[in-house]
């Protein structure tokens, strides 16, 4: 019984947003209410403890989340408004005529750019309406984007979901970094051949199976590079770029870029790029958060690119009141989380799952996150609602580490087919109402995704679990750090 009441929140949740169809704030709004009183009622959770734990989930929410989230937004609003957008989309449509090559650059290589940036279905939208914009099948452009958004989610939006996740469950961030850039190598990897099969089915890969390589082996190797060393606030950025630099130079036209113009567009990105690297190497005592850095590296581009002062700040205005609601559900949902978690529901949960699937949890682990992710369509959101569940599961500290980044992994790939995400890229597409045909057709996608996700957890875990004596999920007999390492 303490099982049923310990899902609750997130059961209604789930039929808020898939049965009842309302909208995500509202839904995590009436989630919300149902945990509270839960936490009251079942838990026998104090109405003090109640109020600090929700108190503690929306300050984490207002700052540093919601100022990294506005400033990201900001940044890439900031490119809309000067027009820089547009000179980007002709650069990026002018460097080829093969729809293959576009997509792999647009798609993916920019793709992973504007989510590392920016997020929130800005990657399945922009690119989605760039190729499109360049005479691209709509529904092969609609599939792409969803496949290409998958795992950039963990490092999207500056690095917010990797830093709220480390948040909840207590883990180090860095080392969850590193975690996650090796977990996802795999998923990662088929992207791009993912992509080239849904423009050209097996004739693309036996064609363009090089561009595929090239793209993976820059965007990968990015990742590994920056991830463990400066953190998780710029992997899909510099990865991204790269890719998109190095598909150019293997694929492109040659001379049909405008290089000043181009160095025009770009300033707020740059800026922003600039500013968060060199901000990666000051000591912990003079961090400044990054949502101020961001802020302010787009504020300079603006100017630069003519915008005026006052400009930027109705832009501003603009940007948090269009994404308040957004803001609302991540406060709320993190809300939700603390008190989930001070009143025992996530720890009940955590034993129910290890109860039921044992040595095969690894397994699962990224089907669970894949299901918050098709269910909240953000993988911040899955973070909260699932992170410390999935950390709490692990019987060592590595584990530990292993299945919060399988959460953030399975959420990447859940957006795929969720919702809101297929809805955005429909209409970004220009193919509103066949929403149902998209699902359909990105189900495939989605399964071989999910199950290299589950391979690759289940075979790490396996690696640490044969050198630490036998120890077994759901016992505290084997809990030396050193051994799993």
């Not at 989605?128 to 005479?135: D, E, F, P, Q, T």
């Not at 890719?243 to 567009?265: E, F, N, P």
């Amino acid at each position: 019984m303490t099982v049923i009441f310990s899902v609750l929140p997130v059961a209604v949740l789930v039929a808020a947003l898939t049965l009842l169809r309302l909208p995500a704030w509202c839904a995590a709004l009436i989630a919300f209410a149902s945990c509270v009183a839960d936490a009251f009622f079942a838990f026998s959770l104090s109405p003090s403890g109640i109020a600090a734990s929700a108190a503690a989930g929306v300050s984490t929410g207002l700052y540093p989340i919601g100022l990294v989230i506005v400033s990201a937004l900001f940044t890439y609003g900031v490119t809309v408004e000067s027009g820089a957008i547009e000179e980007i989309k002709r650069a990026l449509a002018g460097l080829s005529s093969d729809s293959r090559f576009l997509a792999l650059l647009i798609a993916f290589g920019f793709g992973n750019f504007i989510e590392g940036m920016a997020g929130f279905g800005t990657a399945v939208a922009i690119p989605c309406a760039i190729l499109v914009g360049v005479k691209f099948d709509p529904m092969k452009a609609v599939l792409s984007c969803l496949v290409a958004n998958t795992t950039p989610t963990a490092f999207a939006s500056i690095g917010v979901p990797t830093l709220v996740l480390a948040g909840e469950t207590g883990l180090d961030a860095g080392r969850l970094t590193t975690v996650i850039a090796l977990l996802q190598i795999f998923a990662t990897a088929l992207t791009p051949f993912l992509i080239l099969i849904i423009v050209d089915g097996w004739r693309g890969i036996r064609e363009c199976w090089r561009l595929a390589l090239v793209a993976d082996a820059v965007f990968i190797g990015t990742w590994l590079l920056i991830a463990p060393f400066m953190g998780c606030e710029l992997p899909d950025i510099a990865g991204g770029l790269l890719a998109m630099a190095a598909l150019a130079a293997v694929g492109g036209r040659r001379g049909s870029i405008d290089v000043k113009r181009q160095l025009w567009a770009w300033q707020p990105f740059a800026y922003v790029v600039l500013a968060l690297g060199c901000a990666a190497f000051l000591p912990p005592e003079r961090k400044i958060s990054p949502g101020i850095i961001i802020f302010a590296a787009a504020a300079a581009g603006g100017l630069g690119q003519g915008l005026g002062i006052a400009k930027l700040l109705r832009l501003a205005v603009s940007t948090v009141l269009r994404y308040s609601k957004a803001i609302l559900m991540i406060c709320t949902v993190l809300a939700l989380g603390k008190v989930m978690g001070a009143s025992g529901m996530t720890r009940t949960l955590a034993d129910a799952l290890i109860a039921s699937t044992g040595s095969f949890y690894p397994a699962v682990s990224s089907v669970v996150g894949a299901l918050a992710g098709f269910v909240t369509g953000s993988g911040t959101s899955s973070c909260v609602l699932f992170g410390a569940l999935q950390a709490s599961v692990g019987s060592t500290e590595f584990e530990s580490h292993l299945f919060a980044a399988a959460n953030i992994m399975g959420a990447g790939i859940g957006k795929m087919i969720c919702p809101q995400s297929i809805v955005l890229g429909c209409a970004a597409a220009g193919i509103a109402g066949r929403e149902s045909e998209t699902m359909g057709r990105v189900l495939r996608y989605f399964a071989v995704m999910l199950a290299a996700a589950c391979i690759a957890t289940y075979f790490a875990a396996a690696l640490p679990r044969c050198n630490a004596c036998g120890s077994r999920y759901g016992t505290d007999a084997v809990r030396e750090t050193g051994a799993a390492e």
